[in-house]
C-alpha cells in the first residue's frame, strides 16, 4: 500500500511537537554533557533520548521505515541513504547552544523516499518556531507561509554559516578565509549555532544564503526542502547538485545570487567523519 504522506506529516509532527517540549523544559537546566569527536562536539541525554522519542514513535506505525539518525551513528552505525522511506533525524541541532542555554537549538527532521525529500520539519521549541514543509505544498512557519527574500545583490546579501565542530587545521584556514571574504563584500554574516535554524533563515527570508563545510545529512535534510519550497536553491557550494552525503552546502534566495557566492568561496572537502 501506498505510503500517505499527509498522514505520516501529521503523525511525525505530533512527535516532534512532544519531543521538542522535553527540549524546552531542559534548555535552562544544568546538561550532562559527553564529548563525542573533541571537546566541542557535544552530546547531552536529551539528544539521545529525543531521538529515541522519534524513532520509536515513528516504528510502531511504519516498522518498515529506515532511520539516519545523528546520535545512533556518532556511536558507530553507518549512515547509509537507500530508496526505502528513510528519516534523518537530528534530535537538537545546536547541542552546544542548548548546553549554555543559548535559545537557539532545534529537532531538525526530514522523509525521503526513493532518495527525495517529501516531508521536513524543523522545530526550535524555546521560542516557538516550527518550520515545516511538503513536497510540492510550500513552506510554513507555524502555519503561515513563508518565501525567501528573492535577493539577487551579493553586497546587500545578509549570510549564515558556521565554524563547525572540527577545528582541523586546514578546515580552520579555509572558515576564516571565507569569513575575511565575506565581511568585505556583503551586508553581513550571523552565526545562529545550528545548520538547521540557519538554513530556515533562508526559507524565512530573514537570510540571503547560507553555506557550510563539514555539516552532516541531519544537519540539512529538512533545510534543503525547507528551502526550495520558500522558493529559493540548494546546491553544492562549488555550483553542483547538492548531495545530502557530501557535507557540504549551499543554499540562497536565489539563483543569481548563489552564483556569486560560488565565484567568491574557497572551497573545501571534508573527510567521511571529520
Not at 533520548?49 to 539516519?68: S, W
Not at 532518495?115 to 526550535?124: G, Q, R
Not at 553586497?155 to 576564516?176: H, I, N, P, Q
Request: aromatic fraction near 6%.
Amino acid at each position: 500500500m501506498a505510503l500517505n504522506l499527509d498522514e505520516c506529516y501529521e503523525h511525525v509532527l505530533g512527535l516532534v511537537e512532544t519531543a521538542g517540549s522535553l527540549i524546552a523544559s531542559r534548555n535552562s537546566q544544568r546538561k550532562r554533557v559527553v564529548e563525542k569527536s573533541s571537546n566541542i562536539d557535544l552530546l547531552t541525554e536529551t539528544d539521545q533520548q529525543v531521538e529515541r522519542m522519534l524513532m520509536e514513535g515513528i516504528t510502531a506505525k511504519y516498522p518498515d521505515h529506515k532511520f539516519i539518525g545523528e546520535e545512533e551513528t556518532s556511536e558507530g552505525k553507518k549512515a547509509e541513504l537507500t530508496d526505502a522511506p528513510t528519516w534523518i533525524i537530528d534530535p537538537v541541532d545546536g547541542t552546544m547552544n542548548f548546553v549554555h542555554s543559548f535559545p537557539h537549538s532545534c529537532i531538525s527532521i526530514a522523509l525521503l523516499v526513493g532518495k527525495v525529500t517529501e516531508i521536513a520539519i524543523i522545530y526550535n521549541p524555546i521560542v516557538g518556531q516550527k518550520f515545516t514543509a511538503q513536497r510540492g505544498k510550500g513552506a510554513f512557519l507555524n502555519g503561515t507561509p513563508i518565501r525567501v527574500s528573492g535577493e539577487t545583490a551579493f553586497e546587500r546579501a545578509l549570510a549564515t554559516t558556521e565554524f563547525g565542530t572540527s577545528r582541523e587545521e586546514d578546515k580552520t584556514r579555509v572558515v576564516l578565509e571565507n569569513i575575511g571574504k565575506l565581511v568585505r563584500q556583503i551586508h553581513g554574516l550571523r552565526s545562529l549555532g545550528s545548520a538547521a535554524l540557519n538554513m530556515a533563515m533562508v526559507a524565512l527570508g530573514g537570510a540571503d544564503f547560507n553555506y557550510e563545510f563539514g555539516i552532516h545529512a541531519w544537519d540539512i535534510a529538512a533545510g534543503d526542502l525547507l528551502v526550495r519550497e520558500a522558493g529559493g536553491v540548494c546546491l553544492d557550494p562549488a555550483g553542483g547538485p547538492l548531495d545530502l552525503m557530501s557535507r557540504r552546502v549551499l543554499c540562497a534566495s536565489t539563483q543569481e545570487l548563489a552564483d556569486k557566492v560560488v565565484q567568491t568561496l574557497t572551497q573545501y572537502y571534508p573527510e567521511p567523519r571529520d
